[in-house]
């Protein structure tokens, strides 16, 4: 299996961020998006973090990948899945709708999908801003499926290489205090994971 990650493999660009410094200090101030046309992904989350977080989709930039996000979510499949990778004034992941349910084993977090097809890179100018939301991949470009990341601070050297689908709206806090992982291993947030309790579309 192939972990769908931030760089896929070991999440290598989550640790050329430590190594190389890129982390800082999540910013205290919310994203302040437009709401546009959506459709709008609703996350409500609990663990740590408690509330509703609301993600303008942006089928402007990614239609496939908006396609399945809204697709997998009316289905309930991001129902109680878990945030498995967390890393401090990076970004928050989740998504992994095969192997990444809460109550379930966890050890394979990250390496599933779901079951429709990978999607072809959607590839846009859209730079990654804090709170900008964007597909997760293995080394393969086209491989998206299922997970997002959402990020917590501006990571400018993702830009062009990962699909944006949109960006919060609401709920940057809720964001905020989703429970962070160990960065020595990569954000993996071995223990009790915040989870999406239910994801809705509207």
């Known amino acids: 299996m192939s972990e769908r990650a931030i760089v896929g493999g070991l999440a290598a660009i989550g640790m050329a961020v430590l190594t190389a410094g890129f982390i800082s200090v999540q910013s205290a101030q919310p994203a302040r998006a437009e709401d546009g046309p959506g459709p709008n992904l609703v996350l409500q989350v609990e663990g740590q973090a408690k509330g509703k977080i609301v993600i303008d989709l ?17 289905r309930g499949d991001y129902d109680n899945v878990v945030f498995h990778r967390v890393i401090e004034g990076f970004m928050a ?41 964007g597909m997760a991949r293995s080394n393969d470009p086209n491989s998206a499926n299922s997970q997002f990341f959402i990020m917590f601070a501006p990571g400018d050297f993702l830009n062009g290489q990962y699909t944006v689908v949109g960006s919060v709206v609401e709920g940057m806090d809720v964001v905020d205090q989703i429970k962070k992982g160990d960065q020595a291993n990569n954000g993996s947030v071995s223990s009790e994971p915040d989870r999406i309790v239910k994801a809705t579309v509207e």
């Not at 089928?59 to 399945?68: G, R, S, W």
């Not at 990250?110 to 959607?122: F, H, K, Q, R, W």
């Open 93 to 133: 992941q989740t998504g992994d709708v095969q192997y990444g349910k809460a109550g379930g084993d966890l050890t394979s977090a990250g390496m599933g999908g779901s079951d429709l097809p990978d999607i072809p890179a959607e590839f846009s100018a859209e730079p990654f801003a804090r709170g900008v939301v």
């Open 58 to 74: 942006r089928p402007d930039l990614a239609p496939k990948h908006v396609e399945q996000i809204t697709t997998l979510a009316k």
